[in-house]
Structure formats: C-alpha cells, structure tokens
C-alpha cells in the first residue's frame, strides 16, 4: 500500500489561491491512479479531482472545473491540488486517495491521507 501524507492547507480569503500536496511513500506510488476529495462538516465526502498513474488524463468535479488543477510528479511521489478563485463552499478537509484505477468513486482508492483543513473566509 501507499502511505500518503497531505500538506498545504489552511485559511485563505475568497478569491484566494492555496496548492495541497500529498506526500506517497511506497513503491507503487507511480502506478497508482491519485484522487483528492473533501469533506465539508455535515456532508458526505465528495469528489473533487482525479489523476491516472501517467497524469495523462484528470477528472474534475463540476463545481471545480476551471478553477482547481490536478497534477503529479512521480519523480517526487507528489500530487498537487492547485486551487484558485477559491469560494467558501470549497472550505472543507481535504484528502488524496491512491488506487490502481482511475475514478470518482471513494470505495474504489485503497489508501487515503489524514487530510488537511482547507478554510475561505468570506
């Protein structure tokens, strides 16, 4: 299994920036299929953005499209959640997920992080 380790979050204002990074460790980080998604208080978690073992193909989520970029760098076992014109609907904690495919579906990633706390203010 993968060990995952998120990093990055914390308090920005509407209309803010913030770039999560998830930290693998194992070896079957560059063949797993990377996920983030978040889970507001009250609500189930959600997806939110996926990416294959290649980075050759993303998923977004329709409330994040145009406005969070997924992306990978094996070299350095990372996944980044690059997050602009953020809205305080996007507060929430956040959490990357490793699985060997790529989908939107939680069940499917065998490994998840701790996540992080991600909160704009409006």
């Known amino acids: 299994q993968v060990q995952l380790v998120e990093s990055g979050g914390g308090l920005v204002q509407a209309g803010g920036s913030l770039r999560l990074s998830c930290a693998a460790s194992?070896?079957?980080?560059?063949?797993?299929?990377m996920g983030w998604f978040r889970q507001a208080p009250g609500k189930e978690r959600e997806f939110v953005a996926a990416?294959?073992?290649?980075?050759?193909?993303?998923y977004f989520a329709n409330s994040v499209k145009g406005r969070l970029t997924i992306s990978r760098d094996n070299a350095k076992n990372t996944v980044y959640l690059q997050m602009n014109s953020l809205k305080p609907e996007d507060t929430a904690v956040y959490y990357c997920?490793?699985?060997?495919?790529?989908?939107?579906?939680?069940?499917?990633?065998?490994?998840w992080g701790q996540g992080t706390q991600v909160t704009v203010s409006s």
């Open positions: 194992g070896r079957t980080f560059s063949s797993s299929a």
């Open positions: 990416i294959s073992w290649s980075g050759g193909s993303t």
């Open positions: 997920a490793a699985g060997p495919l790529v989908t939107t579906t939680p069940r499917m990633f065998t490994s």
